[in-house]
């Protein structure tokens, strides 16, 4: 089950995203905003990445106008690797070697031809485990320090 949620500055490209994984038959849950009205990131973000960390979606897409608050504002709770991708090398290489759970694009950044080219790559590549297991974990466990 892949997750999906937006700010009222990503809505166009969610309802691209949401229209694309339709056509390939891939189960979504919506978080939200479905309104053009101005909302607060954070309050959205939230309950799609507790639907995550809850095992309820195994993956997640999020988008705001650059990318970058949403991801900020995912990459807070515990369990959750947002990775905020416009290029494709990194769409795939932070699947390879982050294994993120999350992709996060600024739909005021890129288009939704190269957004839904890169949501693929994310979907389609698995994480490469070894060395790169024991980065993630390192990682996941700076959070507990403070
Ligand atoms: C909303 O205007 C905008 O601040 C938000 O979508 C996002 O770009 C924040 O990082």
């Known amino acids: 089950m892949i997750a999906v949620c937006c700010d009222h500055g990503g809505l166009s490209l ?75 090398f990194s769409a795939e290489f932070t699947r390879r070697h982050n294994d993120s759970n999350i992709i996060a694009f600024g739909a005021r950044v890129i288009g939704p031809g190269l957004a839904l080219q890169l949501l693929d790559i994310f979907l389609n590549t698995p994480f490469e485990g070894g060395r790169h297991a024991v980065r993630v974990e390192k990682m996941m466990a700076l959070e507990q320090l403070d």
Request: proline content about 4%.
């Open 14 to 88: 969610k309802q691209e995203v949401l229209r694309h994984l339709e056509e390939k038959g891939l189960e979504y849950k919506d978080f939200g905003t479905n309104s053009p009205e101005s909302c607060d990131y954070p309050d959205i973000v939230k309950p799609l990445c507790q639907a995550i960390q809850r095992g309820e979606c195994d993956k997640g897409v999020i988008i705001c106008g650059t990318g970058i608050g949403i991801s900020m504002a995912a990459n807070k709770m515990k369990g959750i690797r947002a990775a905020l991708c416009h290029d494709s």
